[in-house]
């Protein structure tokens, strides 16, 4: 037995060996040992807290680096650019009494040897930067969300309504603007929710994620209370002084007459006591020896109380407009439906702009205790006018004992009167 396994043993060393050659040639042809590169633009800065009342920063103008792994192809096969995890540790940097500061970067991926990786650059360059502090208000945002029917926007607060951000004197000194946005779609209920604060730069531009992640940005809870819409509030005028003599206030109007308001359910109480009537001050408008009519315009929102406020969109203005006539005149309103037209050109159609003209009427001698609209005669004359927009004197005919005050007009629209086609198939 001895002798069979010990013949020819030179010959059977060497077809070992000669195996073991082909296995290693065939292995080393079917995977190579081959070196890639990869490019990262993500360095991650470790213990950035260690230089103290400083803050670094990337030099963001030099961000690309190249990565070269060498390893076997099929290993090589499975790795990616996000598979490469570079960082660079602040306590190791080279020195800090240069600007950048070069520290070294030390890049891994899992399968691959430290040894077989290298990163060119092998230094990030970091700036660093002093420290800041500074104190910031809280503006909150609905954007173009619109609570529920019937509801609006009373007020948007934040808690806290300011805050102290930190971070590099450059980037805290371009901030212009710290907003916390809330959504209140159809919400007919006060909404309060904790929300990430946007920063914008003096600008209007929106921080980018790389600035945002230099600032130590906390969250705040915002709160949006909704307001109940009333409508239907009665506007009231009152007035100073005293006209000319020979004249009298015939009557106070405002326009618009009634307006919606949303409040809080407090306010909306208190309205309601009040019999829902907004009153203007009589210092708002001034008569005195006035012998014309006197208007002017007020801002409705300087006379709401705490807690009433106008819905979105309305109109803040009211005017305000005292009628000043001769003593014994009257103001009268005149259906334009009654207003005769003379001289219409043929197949024409008018039409009045408005639905009623004033008529300022005064008594005198002989004149009874009262007027009846009905003894009022008005007409227009159309003679010489063609289709299109016209601004009308108006002819008006009183009974005796009566003159008109001030000359009337209407606006008027001539027209030609169309006629449908009948059509039918043969």
Not at 319 to 340: C, F, K, M, Q
Not at 402 to 419: G, N, Q
Request: overall charge negative; glycine content about 6%.
């Amino acid at each position: 037995m001895k002798n069979k396994l010990t013949r020819n043993i030179s010959l059977k060393i060497m077809s070992v060996a000669t195996a073991v050659l082909v296995w290693m040639i065939v292995v080393n042809v079917d995977n190579p040992i081959r070196t890639v590169s990869y490019t990262i633009q993500n360095v991650e800065l470790l213990n950035q807290t260690y230089i103290d009342q400083k803050v670094p920063l990337p030099d963001t103008d030099h961000g690309t680096f190249r990565v070269y792994i060498t390893a076997e192809r099929k290993t090589l096969s499975r790795i990616s650019a996000s598979d490469i995890r570079a960082v660079a540790d602040l306590q190791q940097a080279l020195s800090f009494d240069e600007d950048p500061v070069m520290v070294p970067i030390t890049v891994s991926c899992d399968g691959v040897s430290p040894g077989n990786i290298e990163v060119v650059p092998n230094n990030l360059a970091v700036h660093l930067e002093d420290k800041k502090t500074q104190e910031f208000v809280i503006s909150v945002n609905s954007g173009e969300s619109k609570p529920g029917k019937g509801y609006e926007i009373g007020s948007l607060t934040a808690n806290p309504e300011k805050i102290k951000i930190t971070g590099p004197t450059s980037l805290i000194n371009i901030i212009g603007n710290v907003t916390a946005n809330i959504s209140v779609d159809n919400k007919t209920e006060n909404v309060t929710k904790e929300t990430e604060l946007v920063i914008y730069d003096k600008n209007g531009t929106q921080l980018t994620d790389a600035q945002m992640s230099y600032l130590n940005v906390p969250k705040v809870t915002v709160t949006a209370k909704l307001w109940r819409v009333r409508s239907n509030i009665q506007i009231i005028g009152d007035y100073t002084g005293e006209p000319a003599e020979g004249y009298q206030v015939e009557s106070v109007v405002t326009v618009p007459n009634v307006l919606s308001l949303a409040g809080s359910e407090e306010a909306l109480g208190i309205l309601e006591e009040e019999g829902n009537v907004i009153r203007i001050p009589a210092e708002y408008i001034d008569i005195s020896g006035e012998s014309s009519d006197v208007e002017t315009k007020v801002n409705i929102t300087q006379l709401l109380s705490d807690g009433l406020k106008l819905p979105s969109g309305a109109s803040e203005d009211v005017w305000v407009r005292v009628n000043i006539l001769p003593e014994g005149s009257h103001s009268y309103e005149l259906d334009t439906n009654n207003i005769a037209v003379e001289n219409q050109p043929e197949d024409t159609q008018v039409i009045f702009a408005m639905d009623k003209i004033e008529l300022r009427i005064k008594e005198t001698d002989g004149a009874e205790e009262t007027l009846d609209p009905a003894e009022i005669e008005a007409s227009v004359d159309l003679e010489g006018k063609t289709t299109g927009n016209y601004d009308l004197s108006v002819k008006i005919k009183l009974p005796d004992g009566y003159e008109l005050v001030d000359p009337v007009t209407a606006e008027v629209e001539i027209s030609e009167i169309s006629i449908a086609e009948n059509s039918s198939d043969e």
